[in-house]
């Protein structure tokens, strides 16, 4: 779990810290974590709904799968909202990378379903009755630091599982890889803009 921990840091510390899950979110979180739990069912159900309604995603899961999925999207939820969402989070955040490569969820998936809680947790602080507005932006502002911060750490986990794996599979040093990527992008950038 040490090497998850390094990579979920490595991704924190790539992003510009307005951007970032913060302690004052966290601190929003505790404040409204019954209300927000009680979002669960239907958070679950319509994340599902979603994928199970494009081909793509819907193709990513066997036969009779959803009901494991939605528990484990459940498990993720309560954690979540009871935290502490601190660097051993994150860690599980960057293995979640690794499981999603096993399970060829690729990145274009997980970054369009981030932003989906986000957006959900946005109507539902906006159009909850018991809540001043000063309570739902701070929900909200809290959510989407929230969910950058998770989809830039299992997808920078989910890139470090490939480099790793060239790596293991034919040896070659990380640095070289990236190396090679940069020379080999530059070639085909050449290319594509025509100079
Ligand atoms: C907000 C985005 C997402 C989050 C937070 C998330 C979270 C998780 C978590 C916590 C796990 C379990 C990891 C563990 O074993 O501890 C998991 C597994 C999995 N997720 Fe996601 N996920 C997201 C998006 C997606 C998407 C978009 C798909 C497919 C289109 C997907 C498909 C799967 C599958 C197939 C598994 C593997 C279950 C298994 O074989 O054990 N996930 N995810």
Do not use: C
């Not at 302690?23 to 159900?45: F, M, Y």
């Not at 809680?117 to 909200?140: C, P, R, W």
């Amino acid at each position: 779990m040490e090497e998850m921990i390094k990579v979920a840091r490595e991704a924190l510390h790539q992003m510009p810290p307005a951007s970032r899950f913060a302690e004052a979110d966290a601190a929003v979180l505790a404040k409204h974590r019954e209300l927000l739990l009680s979002w669960e069912d239907e958070l679950v159900e319509r994340f599902y709904d979603t994928l199970f309604a494009h081909g793509p995603t819907s193709a990513v899961f066997q036969e009779g799968e959803r009901p494991g999925r939605e528990k484990t999207l459940q498990n993720w939820w309560r954690k979540t909202m009871h935290g502490p969402i601190d660097d051993a989070y994150f860690g599980w955040m960057a293995m979640v990378g690794l499981v999603h490569v096993v399970r060829d969820v690729p990145n274009p998936m997980m970054l369009a379903m981030t932003p989906f809680i986000a957006e959900f947790i946005k109507e539902k602080a906006t159009q909850e009755a018991g809540l001043d507005a000063a309570d739902a932006n701070a929900i909200v502002d809290a959510f989407q630091r929230l969910m950058n911060t998770v989809g830039a750490v299992i997808t920078y986990g989910y890139d470090h599982a490939r480099t790793d794996a060239l790596f293991s599979v034919v040896g070659m040093d990380v640095g070289l890889l990236q190396r090679l990527t940069h020379d080999e992008a530059q070639v085909r950038l050449t290319k594509v803009r025509g100079t």
